[in-house]
């Protein structure tokens, strides 16, 4: 399992997340390839992105000095409220990647992390 540690950019006003490169390449997700992103009401302030054949979603991208270079180019205004901080963490699996606003990843490792605190907050 690999990891990053990645600023959402903007794009017309809606939080952007950007991953491209070998990491993703090695999660198995290639340019051309289909994927779907997926949040879930139990998992507060972080998503699921997920290779699959028939995905509303296509990975862009070509090659970079004859090598490999996937590209996930993805934005939704209802990120702002899904990534409070405006940082991510992304998991790196084969198949599919997490991501985790970085914050709450940050309290859920030392312990601290509470729901119904980050939402009254959120």
Known sequence: MKNANLKL????????????????????????DRYVILSA????????ILKRPN???????????GKPRPIIDAHSKEWADL????????????????????????????GSYRAEVVEAVA
Do not use: C, M, Y
């Open 83 to 110: 990534f409070p901080s405006g940082r991510v963490s992304v998991e790196f699996h084969h198949g599919f990647i997490h991501v985790i606003d970085s914050a709450i990843a940050e309290q859920i490792e030392n």
């Open 9 to 32: 950019g903007i794009h017309r006003g809606a939080p952007r997340l950007w991953i491209e490169g070998k990491k993703l390449a090695g999660a198995g997700f290639l340019t051309g």
């Open 41 to 48: 009401a139990d998992k507060p302030h972080q998503l699921e």
């Open 55 to 65: 995905g509303d979603r296509k990975i862009a991208g070509g090659e970079r000095n």
